[in-house]
């Protein structure tokens, strides 16, 4: 069962430099979520979808864009990194209230 | 404001010493509360849902309960493999935004 997948699992950038973070999940749900999570900050959600073709900002946005292009799929696009952005982004879907997370994709921005 | 508040940071335990993980939350009506496991280089697992004050739910060694103000994560008599990182969460009622705390590392020596 593979669940939710993010790739890539690492990612080094320069500052300036553009990303697209994928994300898939098998398990039919509606709703896909990307969260961001840094050391003594928990993790902090960006950007929200509750069904294919909607998507909502979260608590941190800014510097980021989304597109739910299908009901598996959800990535996250940083149009030009800073070193702000470097943290573990994980991928979660959900159903009935319980999230199922990715493994992450571990990102450091130069 | 929503906030969830997880105690201790960190904690170190012996194998088979029992003890506690504390979460304290306020949110404006209370959809539920999640218990999730992370280990390192992974996304979060699902542990438990509790969902109204006086609920329990065990799994293994685990147990969580909840009141109005707190959940609890027991640990009884711990294995160096329940060491993980603990994640809890909050979703307020009519919304879709979970609140996560920072963690409570545990770890537990052989």
């Known amino acids: 069962n593979a669940g939710v997948t993010q790739t890539p699992k690492f990612q080094v950038l320069k500052t300036g430099q553009s990303m697209t973070l994928q994300c898939a999940q098998d398990?039919?749900?509606?709703?896909m979520y990307w969260y961001r999570q840094d050391p003594g900050m928990g993790l902090r959600l960006i950007y929200y979808s509750a069904s294919e073709g909607t998507t909502d900002k979260g608590e941190v946005p800014n510097g980021y864009n989304v597109s739910r292009l299908n009901k598996r799929e959800f990535s996250l696009r940083l149009e030009s990194a800073a070193p702000s952005q470097t943290s573990v982004y994980f991928c979660a879907s959900s159903e009935e209230g319980l999230l199922h997370f990715g493994n992450g994709t571990r990102l450091t921005v130069t | 404001e929503d906030q969830v508040t997880q105690s201790p940071e960190a904690l170190r335990l012996q194998e088979g010493e029992s003890s506690s993980l504390n979460c304290s939350y306020t949110v404006s009506g209370l959809r539920g509360l999640f218990w999730y496991r992370q280990d390192p280089g992974k996304g979060p697992e699902f542990l438990f849902t509790?969902?109204?004050a006086g609920e329990e739910k065990e799994k293994e060694r685990l147990k969580a309960t909840l009141t109005k103000k707190e959940s609890f994560l027991h640990i009884t008599a711990p294995k160096p493999e329940d060491s993980a990182t603990y994640l809890c969460a909050v979703q307020a009622a009519g919304t879709y935004k979970y609140i996560f705390g920072t963690g409570t590392r545990l770890k537990v020596l052989a």
């Open positions: 398990m039919n749900h509606n709703s």
């Open positions: 509790l969902y109204s």
